[in-house]
């Protein structure tokens, strides 16, 4: 069955620093969305990405999909403590068909 | 609305209880979703409804009954649940199936003693 694979597990940072997660597919990809999980809270969408080769930017959040639409990166720069989260990626092999969860990376962010 | 309700927030209950869960949207979509999520983990997906038909059932033990009596409400029914079943369950809704971001609620914590 399709598998997401995502890195690192767990990344802590001080405030300032940037952050990178990076997603990896066993199959093409159609479509990979990004969710951001505060703790004790539940998963909100961030964005979608459709495109081979994509980049989409939110303020200081960049989202890239790979040429081959198997992976994809999201990088914050100069992380604030608001970004403190469990960031997943999550894939679909077709358009319409489930999403796939990666296992997520748990960002902590010391001021 | 843009919002996706969940009651209750805690749920405990036995062995032998009969519960339900229930989620609501007023955002007009037309898939909704049952998710079970673990600690650290990521949401596992149990159910899927469009149209308010029951479209993907992701091998779930019978225990867990889904039921969508409209387009808004989505409950699911517990009934003999082990301790291994506890978790946090999150219902989320969608536009379509067609890769269209979700919504999610925020999510019944439910522990079985």
């Known amino acids: 069955g399709q598998q997401v694979m995502q890195i690192p597990q767990y990344q802590h940072v001080q405030e300032g620093e940037d952050f990178t997660t990076y997603c990896n597919s066993s199959?093409?990809?159609?479509?990979i969305q990004w969710y951001k999980q505060r703790p004790g809270g539940h998963p909100v969408f961030l964005i979608q990405?459709?495109?081979?080769?994509e980049v989409k930017k939110q303020k200081r959040l960049t989202f890239q999909f790979g040429e081959a639409k198997k992976n994809s990166s999201l990088h914050i720069t100069a992380t604030q403590t608001t970004d403190v989260g469990t960031y997943f990626c999550?894939?679909?092999?077709?358009?319409?068909?489930?999403?796939?969860f990666g296992e997520g990376t748990q960002l902590t962010v010391n001021p | 609305d843009t919002e996706v309700t969940q009651t209750p927030k805690h749920l405990v209950m036995g062995m032998t209880n009969k519960k339900s869960l229930k989620c609501e949207q007023h955002?007009?979509?037309?898939?909704m979703y049952w998710y079970k999520q673990k600690a650290k983990k990521p949401p596992e997906l149990m159910f899927v409804?469009?149209?308010?038909?029951?479209?993907i059932n992701e091998s779930v033990p019978s225990r867990f009954s889904p039921e969508c009596p409209n387009s808004s409400l989505l409950n699911l029914h517990l009934h003999a649940l082990q301790p291994e079943d506890s978790a946090l369950y999150l219902c989320?809704?969608?536009?379509?199936?067609?890769?269209?971001?979700?919504?999610f609620g925020p999510g019944t914590r439910l522990t079985v003693l």
């Open positions: 989320a809704s969608s536009q379509g199936l067609a890769g269209n971001e979700q919504f």
């Open positions: 199959t093409t990809l159609s479509n």
């Open positions: 990405l459709v495109k081979s080769g």
């Open positions: 999550a894939g679909a092999r077709t358009s319409g068909s489930r999403l796939t």
């Open positions: 955002m007009g979509h037309r898939a």
């Open positions: 409804y469009s149209y308010e038909k029951l479209s």
